[in-house]
């Protein structure tokens, strides 16, 4: 079975082929933070911001116990690939940031990949 992670921003419309939407929006906003706001997800300080409070603790250990049952039932019904799509506002720092989380956690699993909707459209640091 293959598993695709993509971040996107609700902002800009929600993914063509994604099966399961996860809103990750009430997770901490780094762009409020002026100093991490030209970062993305990508960037250990915002990555270190967001990883760090306990509503991310409890929110990724519930979700990743969920996608767990939910791939693995997919897996015996046959499936042969999930588009996981995973949003914030604007698809910079919190969405980008649950992917790679969820990336790292299950390319060792399935086969998976991971992609980024909207990172082009902010300047790299």
């Not at 030209?38 to 979700?63: M, Q």
């Not at 720092?93 to 990172?119: A, D």
């Amino acid at each position: 079975m293959k598993i695709s992670f993509e971040s996107f921003g609700f902002k800009y419309g929600l993914p063509d082929d994604g099966r399961m939407i996860i809103d990750v929006r009430h997770l901490p906003n780094p762009y409020w933070d002026e100093a991490l706001r030209p970062f993305t997800g990508l960037d250990e300080p915002v990555a270190a911001y967001i990883r760090e409070s306990e509503i991310t603790k409890e929110f990724l250990k519930n979700l990743t116990a969920m996608l767990d049952q939910y791939f693995e039932e997919s897996l015996k019904n046959g499936t042969e690939s999930i588009c996981v799509g995973i949003g914030c506002t604007g698809g910079q720092h919190r969405s980008v940031f649950v992917t790679e989380t969820l990336y790292k956690e299950y390319k060792g699993k399935y086969n998976c990949t991971v992609s980024h909707r909207e990172l082009s459209r902010y300047k790299r640091n």
